[in-house]
């Protein structure tokens, strides 16, 4: 078994990486926790509820089981308060546990109920995706999308624990698979180019899921994480770069309407944006660019952003939470492996955003 | 002007204490805040919104004004996504600054909002209650309430300042004074037997609000309350002790539908019902309670309880989020001025409870 350790003001807590790890789940459960609460889909419970509950009642602890609906879409209130009312209808107290059993909007949206549930009681990722395990259930970012904007509400929470069971990926859709490539060979693009090489030269056995290179992908990316996060738990400055390719792709999450492309499909396109406004303003050679668009397509993932128009595009990013005062700005390469925080004259953003007037493509 | 300063992890803040205060709040918005929100509602804002929108618009910067329905029974989701809603119409950024104008209702969710937007923005309390002055707007604790229970929802989350001025309370009720004022006499009950024996001699003087025994009154609240939270800031020991008359005091908030009786009512009547639970658990003297009721009674709160019948009271106090592991706990006096959490035999519970089989006092 692998462990990353993940340190932030926010608590300390450890990353367990290893096939299996879903029956293991009750060791993760602290020993004064009053009941346990597995929340979860009914895509994800279809495949793994049982053995997650069996393992979580191996702790002689009461387990209630929450299902939500399936879906980005499903991010919201509305779903948040379904956990509320099943809480409280089963009395939970605060020393009740969450179990998040699922992709990152399970993750989100539970780590964001655990921060608020009598303000705050523990919580357990336990992430089923690619996306999830090498992202969002790391670092304690929670939320919940508004109508104005994605994760617009949430909370800085960590979890007392990330177990992340390899095995899981094996019923994951192609789709998914490459959608949370994409957050892997972001971790390169911003801080390791040798691992960015690494995750070229292993594109086709990822893409299959191998389960040596995925193991080592899931691993590095968690590792780089960590670092970043335990700098910087609140994004006050290093985990900006984090976001590379977000603002691009959360736009086009927002603009397409949400669930349409996979938040990953939508980061990997942001990407390649982010990287051809990186050669517009830092001189990023375009050769890196091409090897970004290169490794994006061999993940599987879209290269074509849709066309939701330039100044639709702009409306979009301005309510993005990364501007502040009003000025955009970008998290942008000036080589492979290196990232900066960085403001950009309108006239190149134009420019790279007019390169995505063609028909949107389809990806729902 | 005094100061009292709070120092917990989550945030070192000064209290502002004097006359006037409304018109210096510019001072408390810290120099890199982008735009400000101030949030009120409509009878808050007759008398004190233009000087308030004056004093934050002499900083420079752009503020616009919130406004949400007034009263207990809005402090739910729906009003906090009004909050959200202004903010993202606003396009206010996470360097923005939330200004809560208002009594603990206000208080409670604008920091509630505060804590969630963009998973966290600064927030300056503005109490104009006595309640909130000496009691929810010091400490951090925000919170909307639940169908299934109050303050349910919630977060830690400290302000930057809090600002209190000592002359809004002339425009205030006389009912909310007297409500306000059972939570003075608490922080002498639970640790400070001389100051409740201030509040003794000065309970008529206090009830007509004499400036100079209202301000000690306050300052002296915020220095105890500073106190506990300084060395307990989320509730995992000794701040436990702040919620003495409260599991009490909830039921009857809950029992009776939010915004019947008022907090501090709620929590007044439920002190004299911890104190007689105190008698029975603790040995709390019989004189000791007298003077518990008739200080309640003299500050002109109710002391009888509703009859909500015994069963309804326990079920409403089980939900109470005080409650761990299913064993009811209360915050009880073993004397004046000393205060400790405990559990209870039910049999006790049931004897104090059944003197409240009297028809309720309508409050509203």
């Known amino acids: 078994m692998n462990t990353v350790e993940v340190n932030t003001p926010g608590g300390r807590y450890p990353i367990h990486v290893a096939p299996g790890r879903l029956d293991r789940l009750g060791d993760s459960i602290p020993a ?5 609460a597995l929340i979860t889909n ?11 509950i069996a393992a979580l009642e191996s702790t002689g602890k009461r387990v209630i089981r929450v299902e939500l609906p399936d879906g980005e879409q499903y991010k919201d209130w509305q779903t948040l308060n379904l956990i509320f009312d099943a809480l409280l209808q089963n009395r939970l107290d605060r020393k009740a546990v969450l179990v998040a059993l699922g992709g990152g909007v399970i993750g989100d949206i539970v780590g964001f109920a655990a921060a608020c549930y009598m303000r705050g009681v523990r919580f357990v990722q336990v992430p089923t995706t690619v996306l999830a395990q090498v992202d969002s259930s790391v670092g304690g970012k929670t939320a919940v999308n508004h109508p104005l904007g994605k994760n617009m509400i949430g909370a800085f929470y960590q979890p007392v624990a990330v177990e992340i069971d390899t095995d899981v990926l094996n019923t994951l859709p192609d789709r998914e698979v490459s959608a949370g490539l ?3 060979i972001k971790y390169g693009l911003i801080m390791d180019p040798a691992f960015f090489e690494w995750c070229e030269a292993n594109a086709d056995a990822l893409r299959r899921r191998d389960p040596q290179a995925m193991a080592h992908a899931i691993v590095r990316s968690c590792e780089l ?4 996060v335990s700098a910087d738990e609140r994004e006050s400055g290093l985990r900006a770069i984090l976001n590379f390719g977000h603002t691009f792709g959360h736009a086009i ?8 492309w996979l938040h990953g499909e939508a980061v990997g396109c942001g990407m390649i944006q982010a990287a051809e406004l990186s050669a517009r303003v830092l001189g990023l050679p375009a050769d890196s660019v091409a090897r970004v668009r290169s490794l994006v397509e061999a993940i599987g993932c879209p290269v074509a952003p849709p066309d939701l128009g330039t100044d639709r595009w702009i409306d979009l990013m301005q309510v993005d939470k990364k501007t502040e ?9 000036p080589r492979i492996g290196e990232a900066r925080s960085q403001a950009v004259p309108d006239a190149d953003l134009r420019q790279v955003l007019a390169q995505a007037a063609q028909p949107a493509t389809e990806q729902g």
């Open 325 to 333: 005062g009003g000025q955009l700005r970008f998290v942008l390469l």
């Open 225 to 228: 994480k960590a670092q970043v």
């Open 182 to 184: 994409a957050e892997v």
């Open 42 to 52: 009914p895509t994800v419970a279809a495949h793994y509820a049982s053995r997650a």
């Open 253 to 260: 999450e927002a603009g397409l309407g949400y669930g349409q």
């Open 32 to 36: 004064d926790a009053t009941a346990i």
